[in-house]
């Protein structure tokens, strides 16, 4: 090995895809340990933050801006770069958070898990949760730039998907298509709130809040978390999340991970796509493949 290549040291071992805010406090300053706020909209830019914490900016420059889609997954060259910007090396552990709890950085974890990069968690209930522990926060000014890392994207094909798998889905005896938006939306009840969508969902998709899937801002336990996938999944193992713009999906695929499932897909265009004016069919009303209450 050449003298110009630097080794850097792994970070810890995560036990899974979710850690609480004992875990990472215990650990926050390790060399080889990155944190990382992926907080979107209004939940961004707040006065406080974990100490150390670097803007992972979806909102920003960690979208695809050259189509008219929010929040779509950037390439692999452009993820890189804005990866090794932060000062995220391959043999890093990384934990991601956001300012509402598990909103946005369920979408972090899915980026950077679709890019081939594994260690990386998501912190059980985010910023509140560690402010709401005492634990320690720093003013947000903006801090010296953190040393270039060496983080390299490798794509995993399959794990972002769009409309046409979509549509194959829907067909598919083994597969489920999860919507995370809101019930009121889902039913088409209320109008979108991004103007020129249609109201409704994907026929034969399946209704899922990802609100539902958590408790005071954290993750329900996997047994409950298995449940809840299990009644609307019935033996469909497969599974496909969709949402408004492919953020809170990632919270449906975060649960579906610690229940146990593998192989879901996150609908990268979601309703911003499928809602627009087009033949893609919409329906409105009640999901009648969800189980009665």
Same mark, same amino acid.
């Given at each position: ?74 390439? !692999? ?67 010296? !730039?953190? !040393? ?18 979509? %549509? ?80 809170? %999906? ?8 610690? %229940? ?34």
């Amino acid at each position: 090995m050449g003298d110009d290549v630097t080794v850097h040291p792994s970070g810890p071992e995560l036990p899974g895809p979710l850690v609480g805010v004992d875990w990472l406090a215990r650990r926050l300053g390790r060399p080889g340990l990155v944190v990382l706020d992926a907080s979107v909209g209004a939940h961004r830019g707040g006065e406080r933050r974990i100490p150390g914490a670097r803007a992972f900016d979806i909102d920003g420059a960690l979208s695809d801006h050259s189509g008219p889609l929010p929040h779509t997954m950037p390439g !692999a060259g452009r993820f890189t770069e804005e990866l090794r910007s932060l000062g995220v090396n391959d043999r890093d552990t990384v934990v991601v958070h956001d300012g509402a709890g598990i909103y946005s950085s369920a979408r972090a974890w899915w980026m950077l898990r679709a890019m081939g990069f594994d260690r990386v968690a998501v912190l059980d209930g985010g910023l509140p949760a560690w402010a709401d522990a005492g634990l320690p926060l720093e003013n947000a000014r903006p801090g010296p !730039a953190a !040393a270039p890392g060496d983080f390299t994207a490798r794509p995993r094909p399959g794990m972002f998907v769009g409309a046409e798998e979509v %549509a194959a889905a829907l067909s598919d005896p083994a597969t489920v298509v999860l919507d995370a938006r809101a019930r009121e939306r889902f039913t088409g009840t209320v109008a979108e709130p991004r103007p020129g969508l249609r109201a409704g969902h994907m026929p034969g998709a399946v209704s899922l809040p990802f609100g539902e899937l958590q408790r005071a801002g954290r993750m329900r336990p996997a047994h409950e978390l298995r449940a809840v996938f299990a009644a609307l999944a019935g033996e469909r193992e497969r599974l496909v999340v969709s949402c408004g713009s492919g953020v809170t %999906a990632c919270v449906l695929a975060l649960g579906a991970e610690l %229940a146990g499932y593998r192989g879901q897909a996150v609908y990268d265009g979601s309703w911003s796509e499928w809602g627009q004016p087009s033949r893609r069919p919409v329906v409105t009303g009640a999901d009648e493949s969800a189980p009665a209450p």
